[in-house]
């Protein structure tokens, strides 16, 4: 691509991913001076599933129960699994999280590198990750009542990398 800013663009092709990497970086900060553990909203429900875990009397309906409308097995296993490993810790929960977020986010700058120009891909993958990743979020997608969506839209663009290979 013929430029007359070779500079500025080479510039921006090396802030644009740093830019990216801010967003996961400031919501582990965030969770990590900031987040009490303690249950949040609709994180309540999840108490049958510690209790169960606990006592030995989890069941497979425990796990598929309906939340909202929709199912949530795979946070649920998840969650369950987070517990097994030390107990109901929400931050543990928020971290996973974004475990999650990165790891979609780790696909998805591989995705965009791969099939677009660099200064295109740095752009969509620095306001992606600050669209799925930055403060707008935390109320949201990344605290462990929301398990759920980090868990899903890793998926999501974990697919969509592999699947374009």
Do not use: K
Not at 45 to 69: F, I, K, Q, S, V
Not at 83 to 88: C, K, M, N, T
Not at 128 to 137: D, H, R, V
């Amino acid at each position: 691509m013929q430029t007359r800013f070779p500079l500025a663009v080479r510039i921006a092709q090396s802030l644009l991913p740093l830019a990216g990497v801010l967003a996961p970086l400031i919501a582990l900060v965030r969770m990590v001076l900031w987040s009490p553990n303690v249950p949040y909203s609709d994180e309540w429900d999840w108490t049958a599933l510690a209790a169960g875990m606990r006592t030995g009397t989890l069941r497979w309906d425990d796990l598929w129960t309906p939340h909202n409308g929709h199912r949530e097995l795979v946070a649920n296993l998840v969650f369950v699994a987070i517990d097994r490993l030390g107990g109901w810790n929400v931050v543990r929960e928020e971290l996973v999280g974004l475990a999650c977020i990165i790891a979609g986010l780790l696909a998805l700058y591989r995705l965009a590198y791969r099939t677009m120009e660099p200064l295109a891909a740095g752009a969509t993958f620095a306001i992606s990750a600050w669209l799925i990743a930055g403060p707008i979020t935390f109320e949201s997608a990344l605290i462990g009542s929301n398990l759920g969506w980090p868990l899903s839209a890793a998926a999501m663009l974990i697919a969509a990398e592999r699947l374009s290979t």
